[in-house]
């Protein structure tokens, strides 16, 4: 119930009109500025406290946001070389973990994808449990493939993708050493 009133307050901020968590809303209109600026400053907030509450509770806390699966993502900064860790949205398929790299809508890539495409050596936390992945840009078919099970994950994420003026990439972990991660 808090989720739900939590999603209504960010989306009301961010767009100026009503949503309803995990139904698309049909909007395909592109972010002006002003709510794009709205968007990464709440984002900025939701991340700050998910991440916090993530490494207190080692996990146990925090890995799920709106009723969905969220895992710690940790990149190497592209620039800075330092360790750099995101909560996200996650789907797994078999020994692989599936990401969009949706940065909420926002007309940017995500830090983490920017910083993956130079080092694709990740590390993800999972209720606490710590594993090495190598991340991969999944191809047109498979993305074609996966799209409606991450939808079936989180609805919203096609709503991103209309509003968003860049592509929004699916990505792929593996575990390091497997076959399909080399």
Same mark, same amino acid.
């Given at each position: 119930?808090?989720?739900?009133?939590?999603?209504?307050?960010?989306?009301?901020?961010?767009?100026?009109?009503?949503? #309803?968590? $995990?139904e698309p809303? $049909?909007?395909?209109?592109?972010?002006?500025?002003?709510?794009? !600026?709205?968007? *990464?400053?709440?984002?900025?907030?939701?991340?700050?406290?998910?991440?916090?509450? +993530?490494?207190?509770?080692?996990?146990? /806390?925090?890995n799920s946001?709106? $009723? =969905?699966?969220?895992? /710690? /993502?940790?990149?190497?900064?592209?620039?800075?070389?330092?360790?750099?860790?995101?909560?996200?949205?996650?789907?797994?398929? $078999?020994?692989?973990?599936? /990401?969009?790299?949706? *940065? %909420?809508?926002?007309?940017?890539?995500?830090?983490?994808?920017?910083?993956?495409?130079?080092? @694709? &050596?990740?590390? &993800?936390?999972? =209720?606490?449990?710590? !594993?090495?992945?190598?991340?991969?840009?999944?191809?047109?078919?498979?993305?074609?493939? +996966?799209?409606?099970?991450?939808?079936?994950?989180? @609805?919203?994420?096609?709503?991103?993708? #209309?509003?968003?003026?860049?592509?929004?990439?699916?990505?792929?972990?593996?575990?390091?050493?497997? %076959?399909?991660? !080399?």
């Open positions: 119930m808090i989720k739900t009133y939590l999603f209504r307050i960010l989306h009301l901020f961010v767009l100026g009109e009503k949503g #309803d968590l $995990g809303t $049909g909007r395909n209109k592109k972010y002006t500025r002003s709510q794009e !600026q709205r968007l *990464n400053l709440s984002r900025k907030v939701i991340t700050w406290g998910n991440v916090w509450l +993530l490494r207190i509770s080692r996990g146990r /806390l925090g946001f709106m $009723g =969905r699966p969220v895992l /710690l /993502l940790t990149t190497i900064g592209r620039k800075s070389g330092k360790p750099r860790s995101q909560p996200v949205y996650f789907m797994r398929d $078999g020994e692989r973990v599936v /990401l969009v790299a949706s *940065n %909420a809508g926002s007309s940017h890539d995500p830090f983490w994808l920017s910083n993956a495409r130079v080092n @694709p &050596i990740v590390s &993800i936390a999972e =209720r606490g449990n710590i !594993q090495k992945m190598t991340l991969r840009i999944a191809s047109e078919e498979e993305e074609t493939q +996966l799209w409606p099970r991450l939808l079936a994950v989180f @609805p919203n994420w096609q709503d991103g993708r #209309d509003c968003c003026w860049r592509k929004i990439p699916v990505v792929l972990l593996e575990p390091c050493g497997s %076959a399909a991660a !080399q």
